[in-house]
């Protein structure tokens, strides 16, 4: 059974994701199916409008996206993230996708013209002046620009020219966004009347007496649903019923196989007897790094690096104390303080990194290192050697700078190179990603910091917890069928859950995480099929079964017949509490008259806005407060049907703002015209979504 820990590393370089403004500004939730995912391409993962991404170059993007969310979230590699990132991948090579066909369709091109003045000319692009900033005066440096675009076309490697062109592409795509974002911005304007028009919306107040007839005084026992009131309902509110993707509902079972009381006290019993050994241990870190279940790195750790109970005494006892045990997020810690000294807070820094193995091994790239540093020493600017050397393609636009960062945020050698050293310093450092030539900045604050050895031990289901949970699954499994599934739960003890919607990238049923394995399998079975086997999770088996599968596009009848008993009720108590009201409303001339008709007391409103179609204390009307609106003071209305009941409405009095100046309608109309200008991106994209022929295959991968 899957009921493992998930490994816990803080360490790591500090990755972000940089992307085109426009881009981040456009990504949404995209899934849209086409053919069965095992009649697709078996190494595509998806394609809009033809043009498909293969599973390498998706994954590697999904692998950087994974790293960069494990180091942001404190290394923690679960699942959960990974699907994350997954969806992130996804979105962003369909929106960058649609944009680009969409930019190509159109006719926007940047000129060579264009190009050399966004490098060279007096107004460079964005990307050019981070590249190439004097990180000393903080100024763009044309000269660096120039030398650096002399040593690419005289004597500059295939890598130097492969980054070079990665750069102006990159600046091409920047400027074509920029293109296509001023086209669609001069395309949005608004005229003084919306103006006005959007001021008395939010300004204009209006008092009114409204009468209700409440749904929910008609007992639903007294309402007896035909097929044609549900195929009214159904016809009306067709556009409500589209499935943007296929989906399916599964009915599931759940057998708890989490750790018991015993299994705590087991826990607990290993944790005391490793303190002891930890205790009188000769070599703390290899005693943590083999009995521990969190692999914690033995390095240097600053306050709020550890658990809170940790935390909390760590820093407080003498070197040589072994703390704990604690009961920290399911698991038990003890820790053995080694070493204590004061350090920075946080240092500002910039690193040049070298492909240990491009550069043919370790050595040579030590040597190319030492190299660089002595340039960097006899004055050479470090932000134009790592715009030439390094590979570390996020900091290297930004001429290598890091920024400032707290300890363990990087890997433990950058780590001790960085704090340990002094500002000014030019250290070179071997790590897992490569060969650093690091530039120590700035070093910023004074506390104490510790060095302990941390041994974890995670609270697992022994044997017995999870031979007595599978031992009732399986029971259940021989007897449950596709006709029984259901009663065969009560009939031992169990409830089965249903979830009406899983998506095919989805990873839990009704919060209840679930492997992608049980997803995959409920994306190939036929409706009524019972899973051919008992799956696990950390704290579960389960076993399923496929109710029903909804198709892409517009939903039957009978598919969404079960999700809209609720409202077609209401269209049926609707129509009965119209009648009333109506005969109520006849002949009467006030609405105080066709309350007294039915024994009930018109409520009075004041200072209702129409941007605002609140009723106070019942519910959000829209319907009954655009009535009042459309009237004229002292009118009667029609009955009208709100969410909660149906109405009559007598309007009161109308209370105008004061008109609006001529700076004062300038003014708004900027406003909206930028609020009009953002909404416009979500609505245009859109439009090119739901024109694309998206297909999603990732099913078959993830």
């Known amino acids: 059974m899957g009921l493992m820990s998930y490994l816990r590393n803080r360490a790591g370089l500090v990755v972000t994701i940089i992307g085109l403004a426009i881009v981040a500004f456009l990504l949404g939730d995209i899934i849209n199916y086409g053919t069965p995912f095992w009649m697709k391409n078996q190494n595509q993962v998806g394609s809009v409008n033809g043009e498909s991404i293969d599973y390498q170059q998706f994954n590697a993007q999904v692998e950087q996206t994974t790293a960069m969310y ?33 930019i190509e369709k159109i006719g926007l091109s940047v000129s060579k013209d264009e190009l050399n003045s966004l490098v060279t000319g007096a107004n460079p692009s964005p990307q050019i002046v981070q590249a190439f900033t004097n990180p000393e005066t903080g100024m763009f440096d044309k000269n660096q620009l120039n030398t650096f675009i002399s040593q690419v076309n005289t004597q500059g490697t295939p890598e130097m020219q492969h980054q070079w062109n990665m750069l102006l592409e990159n600046i091409r795509n920047e400027r074509l966004n920029q293109k296509y974002s001023n086209l669609l911005s001069s395309s949005v304007y608004v005229t003084s009347l919306e103006v006005q028009e959007e001021y008395s919306l939010r300004n204009k107040l209006a008092n009114f007496k409204y009468l209700m007839l409440d749904y929910s005084s008609v007992k639903d026992s007294e309402i007896k649903l035909s097929d044609a009131d549900y195929k ?27 750790p018991t009381a015993n299994d705590t006290a087991a826990t607990k019993s290993t944790i005391e007897q490793l ?25 240097y750790i600053r306050k709020g690096q550890v658990s809170p109970a940790l935390d909390s005494v760590l820093f407080n006892v003498p070197v040589g104390t072994t703390v704990g045990p604690f009961l920290s997020n399911g698991a038990f810690e003890i820790a053995k303080v080694v070493d204590a000294k ?25 040597a190319k290192a030492d190299s660089i540093k002595a340039l960097i020493q006899q004055g050479e600017s470090f932000s134009a050697l790592a715009v030439q050397f390094s590979v570390d393609q996020n900091s290297k636009v930004n001429g290598g700078d890091l920024g400032t960062f707290p300890r363990g945020q990087m890997v433990p050698e950058f780590d001790e190179a960085v704090f340990s050293g002094k500002a000014g310093d030019v250290v070179v450092v071997n ?24 041994v974890t031990k995670n609270i697992n289901s ?23 599934f259901a009663e065969t739960a009560t009939k031992h003890g169990l409830k089965a859950q249903k979830v009406d919607r899983v998506i095919a990238m989805d990873n839990n049923f009704n919060g209840v995480d679930v492997p992608r394995e049980l997803v995959r399998w409920a994306f190939e079975a036929k409706k009524g099929e019972v899973t051919d086997k008992i799956f696990d999770t950390e704290e579960n088996f389960i076993v399923a079964r496929v109710v029903d599968i909804q198709p892409k596009g517009l939903l039957s009848l009978d598919a969404v017949k079960p999700h809209i008993e609720a409202q077609v009720r209401n269209e049926v108590k609707a129509k009965m509490l119209t009648e009333k009201l109506n005969n109520a409303l006849n002949g009467a001339s006030t609405i105080d008259q066709a309350a007294q008709k039915l024994g009930k007391t018109a409520v009075s409103v004041e200072n209702i806005v129409l941007a605002n179609p609140v009723l106070p204390g019942v519910a959000l009307e829209p319907s009954v407060v655009g009535t009042a609106f459309g009237l004229q003071p002292n009118k009667l209305s029609k009955s009208v049907k709100g969410t909660q009941g149906v109405y009559a409405v007598q309007v009161t009095g109308f209370v105008n703002p004061a008109e609006l100046v001529a700076s004062e309608v300038n003014n708004q109309k900027k406003q909206m015209q930028t609020t009009k200008a953002q909404r416009s991106w979500s609505s245009i994209y859109q439009a090119l979504q739901n024109k694309a022929d998206i297909d999603d295959n990732r099913i078959r991968f993830y």
């Open 232 to 258: 009214a309902y159904y016809d009306t509110h067709k556009n409500g019923f589209k499935n943007p993707e296929e989906t399916r509902t599964v009915e599931f079972v759940l057998f708890d196989a989490t």
């Open 275 to 299: 303190k002891a050994e930890l205790t009188s241990s000769k070599t703390d870190s290899l005693f943590a790094a083999v009995n521990s279940d969190t692999k914690h790195p033995f390095s």
């Open 342 to 366: 004061f350090s920075p807070d946080s240092v500002k820094a910039s690193h040049i990194l070298l492909n240990a193995t491009a550069e043919g091994g370790v050595e040579k790239a030590k």
């Open 462 to 484: 022994g044997k017995a917890t999870t031979d007595a949970a599978y031992a009732k699954a399986n029971n259940f499994f021989g007897d449950a069928n596709s006709k029984n």
């Open 431 to 454: 790590s897992r990603f490569g060969t650093h030539i690091i530039k120590i900045e700035k070093q910023i604050g004074n506390s104490k910091i510790v060095k302990a050895a941390i």
């Open 70 to 102: 494990q180091q942001q979230m404190g290394g923690a590699g679960s699942p959960q993230i990974r699907n994350y990132a997954v969806q992130q991948v996804w979105n962003q090579f369909v929106s960058q996708e649609l944009l680009k066909q969409e």
